[in-house]
């Protein structure tokens, strides 16, 4: 059975009943700040507050049935709000245009969204980090282009990923502070029937900030660097799963993802056990990367503003925001649960009998005042010797009267040998944790 995970607390602000309760609040808000003012009088807010109330289910469903008529959703909002509210529904938008609303409580429910999945991702790096720290020394083969490179530790991959989670945290955190803008400005943003101590008011009790210089909406180069950064973060947690793809392939068997008691992998074939959450994770990943190209199509409105961007955002905040929360978790719960196989991972060390050591042998041999080039070309030749007869590296390196020539049996010996290779792991460990260290 495929884990499931709750993020509703996530999507639950992208509903529409959630949206028009944040419109309210706004309004609401600038209700607030009129009555200081003394533009409307006192204790107006409290009562448009006991007649409204909350709004509920109920109450979108009549929004969007007078939506039908209006073809317009703020317009049917601010119907359904007099109806509540009566005679002092007509303190509420003053001086405002729909976007004054809509973006600044599309910005405070992103900032909301965005805290939550701030918290995932700290967790996930927290996981990623304890199991660095746990594999931190046990050896495996290092792989470029698929092919046999040389040793590093699972640790070190797992701190390679745990430090492309925390600059991910730091890009999410960044689109945080950037999102957190709202407007009260006006139509076309120009203050021209509200005044900015009203925004200032506003979007301080939001915990916002204004930007001052807007059109009729926030501009979406803003919104298009929030989505970008979530697409890093997808893309990354992509990569992740995509290791633990590679590694449970049944040639390596190095790592494995949990396997619940009574889970099947295959209708056919019992004996199957699937990377289906890592798969998962790369399948929702491809949608949230999709999305970049729609946010930065929302950049470009016409003029002071058009409606282009509306659909767009409808759709796809939901959908990145909720699929970013659970890809998260199920990466975090992945790692978490890995079956990790260290002698599985020296058994495919040992398969090219050595020739990992390779460069440790040239560079010993340029020690010794060879040119590299000569230096290479004897080692290649050695090495592609042992490959192709399946001979333990060592060993025909030993046996060379060339090797023999340069090299004595103990400086031999020095190359081969793990605990020179892995010298800085710990300063590689120590260097990362430094730079989050507070």
Same mark, same amino acid.
């Given at each position: 059975?495929?884990?499931?995970?709750?993020?509703?607390?996530?999507? !639950?602000? *992208?509903t529409?009943?959630?949206?028009?309760?944040?419109?309210?609040?706004?309004?609401?808000?600038?209700?607030?700040?009129?009555?200081?003012?003394?533009?409307?009088?006192?204790?107006?807010?409290?009562?448009?507050?006991?007649?409204?109330?909350?709004?509920?289910?109920?109450?979108?469903?009549?929004i969007?049935?007078?939506?039908?008529?209006?073809?317009?959703?703020?317009?049917a909002?601010?119907?359904?709000?007099?109806?509540?509210?009566?005679?002092?529904?007509?303190?509420?938008?003053?001086?405002?245009?729909?976007?004054?609303?809509?973006?600044?409580?599309?910005?405070?429910?992103?900032?909301k969204?965005?805290?939550?999945?701030i918290?995932?991702?700290?967790?996930?790096?927290?996981?990623?980090?304890?199991?660095?720290?746990?594999?931190? =020394?046990?050896?495996?083969?290092?792989?470029?282009?698929?092919?046999?490179?040389?040793?590093?530790? @699972?640790?070190?991959?797992?701190?390679?990923? =745990?430090?492309?989670?925390?600059?991910?945290?730091?890009?999410?955190e960044?689109?945080?502070?950037?999102?957190?803008?709202?407007?009260?400005?006006?139509?076309?943003?120009? =203050?021209?029937?509200?005044?900015p101590?009203?925004?200032?008011?506003?979007?301080?009790?939001?915990?916002?900030?204004?930007?001052?210089?807007?059109?009729?909406?926030?501009?979406?180069?803003?919104?298009?660097?929030?989505?970008?950064?979530?697409?890093?973060?997808?893309?990354?947690?992509?990569?992740?799963?995509?290791?633990?793809?590679?590694?449970?392939?049944?040639?390596?068997?190095?790592?494995?993802?949990? *396997?619940?008691?009574?889970?099947?992998?295959?209708?056919?074939?019992?004996?199957?056990?699937n990377?289906?959450?890592?798969?998962?994770?790369?399948?929702?990943?491809?949608?949230?990367?999709?999305?970049?190209?729609?946010?930065?199509?929302?950049?470009?409105?016409?003029?002071?503003?058009?409606?282009?961007? !509306?659909?767009?955002?409808?759709?796809?905040?939901?959908?990145? @925001?909720?699929?970013? !929360? @659970?890809?998260?978790?199920?990466?975090?719960?992945?790692?978490?649960?890995?079956?990790?196989?260290?002698?599985?991972?020296?058994?495919?060390?040992?398969?090219?009998?050595?020739?990992?050591? !390779?460069?440790?042998?040239?560079?010993?041999?340029?020690?010794?005042? =060879?040119?590299?080039?000569?230096?290479?070309?004897?080692v290649?030749?050695?090495?592609?010797?042992?490959?192709?007869?399946?001979?333990? @590296?060592?060993?025909?390196?030993?046996?060379?009267?060339?090797?023999?020539?340069?090299?004595?049996?103990?400086?031999?010996?020095?190359?081969?040998?793990?605990?020179?290779?892995?010298?800085?792991?710990?300063?590689i460990?120590?260097?990362?944790?430094?730079?989050?260290?507070?």
């Amino acid at each position: 059975m495929v884990e499931r995970y709750d993020v509703r607390e996530v999507s !639950s602000l *992208f509903t529409e009943t959630a949206r028009f309760n944040e419109f309210l609040e706004i309004e609401l808000l600038v209700c607030e700040a009129y009555e200081r003012s003394g533009k409307i009088p006192s204790g107006t807010t409290l009562k448009l507050r006991e007649l409204i109330g909350r709004l509920t289910d109920e109450d979108v469903k009549k929004i969007n049935e007078i939506e039908k008529t209006t073809k317009h959703d703020i317009i049917a909002f601010l119907t359904l709000i007099e109806q509540k509210a009566g005679d002092l529904s007509r303190y509420i938008h003053l001086g405002l245009t729909s976007y004054d609303v809509v973006d600044t409580a599309l910005s405070s429910l992103m900032v909301k969204a965005l805290g939550i999945i701030i918290s995932d991702l700290r967790k996930l790096a927290d996981v990623l980090m304890q199991k660095a720290d746990e594999f931190k =020394y046990t050896p495996m083969i290092g792989r470029s282009h698929g092919i046999h490179a040389e040793p590093i530790t @699972f640790g070190h991959k797992l701190i390679n990923f =745990y430090d492309e989670t925390m600059r991910n945290l730091a890009r999410l955190e960044r689109a945080r502070e950037n999102i957190a803008v709202g407007k009260i400005s006006g139509a076309v943003g120009i =203050y021209g029937n509200v005044d900015p101590d009203v925004e200032n008011y506003v979007l301080n009790k939001l915990n916002l900030r204004p930007l001052f210089a807007t059109t009729q909406v926030i501009p979406r180069d803003i919104h298009a660097e929030l989505i970008l950064s979530l697409a890093i973060n997808a893309a990354s947690l992509e990569k992740f799963a995509t290791e633990i793809r590679h590694l449970q392939r049944t040639e390596l068997r190095e790592v494995f993802e949990f *396997f619940t008691k009574g889970q099947k992998g295959s209708s056919a074939m019992p004996h199957k056990k699937n990377p289906i959450l890592s798969e998962n994770v790369c399948g929702l990943a491809r949608i949230i990367k999709s999305y970049t190209v729609a946010a930065l199509e929302n950049i470009p409105l016409w003029h002071e503003r058009d409606i282009s961007h !509306s659909s767009v955002e409808r759709i796809m905040l939901s959908d990145v @925001f909720t699929l970013s !929360s @659970f890809t998260i978790r199920r990466t975090t719960q992945i790692f978490e649960k890995m079956i990790v196989l260290p002698e599985n991972m020296q058994k495919n060390l040992d398969i090219t009998k050595g020739l990992y050591f !390779s460069e440790s042998l040239l560079l010993k041999i340029v020690e010794k005042g =060879y040119l590299r080039q000569k230096a290479y070309e004897l080692v290649q030749k050695l090495a592609l010797h042992a490959f192709e007869n399946d001979l333990d @590296f060592k060993s025909v390196v030993k046996e060379s009267d060339e090797i023999k020539a340069i090299l004595s049996e103990k400086e031999i010996e020095s190359v081969f040998n793990f605990d020179h290779h892995f010298r800085n792991i710990n300063f590689i460990f120590e260097s990362v944790k430094n730079k989050y260290r507070t």
